[in-house]
DNA sequence: ATTATTTTTTAAAATAAAGTAAAAAACTGA
DNA sequence: TCAGTTTTTTACTTTATTTTAAAAAATAAT
């Protein structure tokens, strides 16, 4: 359930505004002035602010510095006044949105989601990456070129799965050991050039002139997203 | 350093703004078409698209879920009405933040600094040093002159890393010697000397008339910060 | 201006790293 | 267990980089 913690000192914005949020679904903890806001903050979890910028006590901008301080939690600021300079301090100061009042409730939502899906994006894991022509899709076990399925062993999958996660990374021969032992137990040092090479066998469209898998000379190996 | 792709048909807009963009050290790359987008955001590698919705050829909102379908990129959508946000929002598209026009320079270029902010919390910090138009990527272990990428061997990333960490400072052959070999394996002079060279064939506009590596007679080589 | 010193350039030799193929070893599943 | 598959090792080839050496050029000093 996400959380939402709404400051604004007008009561009829307030109560409105977060029986339309309440429809959609949210929680919502409303509070009317400046001075109480960090505490709130403090006493519960929440996922997102929405914080006005004129507020009695304490103003917006401010309360937002202090929470940026201690928190990332997305914020969204609400002004009344449509002057942009408002819109950037907002902005400057650590918010992630701004609306202008009077705003449309559905525009309100929309930022208010689009923000939320960018913070999340974040926290849950990846299981499909997309590198070129190459799909690599972790909860199937699969990697598939053009649409066709390629049948990769467990170090080979392991292997790339390592390099299409720190695209554009040297990834060193020690830590694709790693991936692909467990542990840092020794291998021969061409036991991971075998690998790349059937690797390459498989993916490179050129196996004697990469272009996916990069060797790195004297480092180790790179999958290049672009020049 | 930050790359955007800006994606409108208007042409003064595109000029203008993007002048703007750079004058706030963003790259821009324009494209004033839908068809060819998707082409150029798999080209290079960009950090936040910028995306009208009226395009001749494909629509901003088939561009934006084609994207999101390979990538999480930052994206913001540009609307010539209002209500167009809610039409974005109604189709769950997947865009981070709407801004309508005509729109405030100013305010554009705080919102994509404010997405920006909050994209790059998640990734992992970089290690990147620019010297004039050279760019040097400690993690990816890569070079670029002019956004190219070079491609250096081993002891040339080695010293020219040694000389970009100490700027306007010269650096002995010893010192080089040493970051090359690790220890104080005692090398001829003249090694540095060649890989020196080496590294300014790659780097200088005009290796014979050296301006980013200077000699500093008797002593060593220095990166001049000013000309 | 001449000489001594230092740096740059060139090219060849030495070394180091990566690629490959094939065989051995280690797994895996009927 | 044993046949098939995957992984690791070995030995060897190929390729790239580093070092050396020596000549040419540039710089500084007298």
Do not use: W
Request: with cysteine; aromatic share 8%; glycine share 4%.
């Amino acid at each position: 359930m996400v959380n939402i913690l709404f400051v604004d000192d007008d009561i009829a914005i307030t109560d409105s505004f977060s029986a339309y949020l309440k429809s959609e679904s949210f929680y919502v903890t409303v509070v009317n002035d400046g001075v109480s806001v960090i505490e709130m903050f403090k006493k519960k979890e929440f996922d997102l602010i929405i914080l006005d910028i004129m507020l009695p006590g304490k103003t917006g901008i401010e309360i937002c510095k202090e929470i940026r301080d201690i928190s990332d939690i997305p914020i969204i600021m609400l002004t009344a006044k449509t002057e942009e300079i408002d819109k950037i301090v907002g902005l400057e100061i650590g918010a992630d949105d701004y609306v202008s009042k009077p705003f449309s409730p559905r525009e309100l939502i929309a930022r208010i989601k689009a923000l939320l899906r960018r913070a999340s994006k974040f926290n849950e894991e990846k299981s499909i990456y997309v590198f070129g022509d190459i799909e690599m899709n972790l909860k199937q076990y699969s990697v598939k070129k053009n649409r066709r399925t390629l049948s990769l062993t467990k170090s080979e999958f392991a292997i790339l799965h390592k390099l299409i996660e720190n695209p554009d990374q040297v990834v060193t021969r020690e830590k694709l050991m790693k991936v692909i032992t467990g542990f840092d137990k020794y291998i021969f040092d061409r036991t991971i050039d075998t690998h790349i090479k059937n690797l390459r066998k498989k993916i490179e469209d050129n196996p004697k002139k990469p272009v996916i898998i990069k060797t790195v000379r004297g480092v180790g190996y790179r999958l290049n997203k672009k020049i």
